[in-house]
């Protein structure tokens, strides 16, 4: 089956720390995202990334960065964590067309 | 501004009741996901409509894509508390991998 996998599903961090969060997918996909998902504001893109080493800004990237080494890992890096970045992490992955995504379990991060 | 609107936003039911809940823009879309996500885990898709006015059936569920890929909706039958959970709808717009989603109907079917 089918398998999006995100390194850490609870993560409690201080303000100012780097962190980093990691997801694998299986899939093979080309495509891979970053979601933040929070109360009454839905799932918001962060970055994505079309092929290794490639990335884009979605439509919040201000305070990560991202990297895409290897096809199958994407990595979301928070610079320096700060509380308003406290909130539910979604990796996702999908084929060229983008019809089917799939998502990891989700990191939830606090940022104290 | 939100490309996609659900609604309503929160449901609540009793076992046994019918419900629809819709997913509206003003932007046309090249397809239509919709997705189910449980507390604490990520959303898993349930169906994919691409024709403009497509019906899928997944068992009690049904889904429709608007005559003008616009609008969509999601009619549960005969609701039982295992549908309980977060519907998110999400389009693309042909840009080969960025989904747009709404925020989400968020469903308590109660026994």
């Known amino acids: 089956d089918v398998k999006v996998t995100q390194s850490s599903r609870y993560l409690v961090k201080r303000t100012g720390e780097k962190v980093f969060l990691e997801c694998v997918q299986d899939m093979d996909h080309e495509n891979m995202f970053w979601y933040r998902q929070d109360p009454g504001l839905g799932l918001r893109l962060i970055y994505f990334s079309y092929d290794v080493k490639m990335k884009e800004k979605g439509d919040i990237p201000e305070g990560y960065s991202v990297s895409r080494e290897k096809k199958e890992r994407f990595s979301l890096i928070l610079e320096s964590a700060s509380t308003n970045q406290t909130s539910m992490y979604l990796c996702a992955s999908s084929s060229p067309g983008g019809r089917r995504a799939f998502f990891g379990q989700g990191t939830r991060l606090t940022v104290v | 501004t939100q490309l996609l609107e659900q609604s309503p936003q929160f449901l609540s039911i009793q076992e046994g009741e019918n419900l629809t809940v819709y997913c509206n823009s003003s932007s046309v879309f090249s397809s239509l996901q919709w997705y189910r996500q449980e507390p604490g885990e990520g959303p898993v898709l349930l169906v994919t409509?691409?024709?403009?006015?497509e019906v899928k059936k997944l068992k009690r569920l049904t889904f429709q894509f608007g005559d003008a890929r616009k609008d969509s909706s999601l009619h549960i039958t005969a609701a039982q508390p295992g549908d309980t959970g977060l519907y998110l709808c999400?389009?693309?717009?042909?840009?080969?991998?960025?989904?747009?989603f709404g925020k989400g109907t968020l469903l308590t079917v109660n026994p």
């Open positions: 999400a389009g693309d717009r042909g840009s080969n991998y960025k989904l747009t």
């Open positions: 409509v691409v024709t403009g006015g």
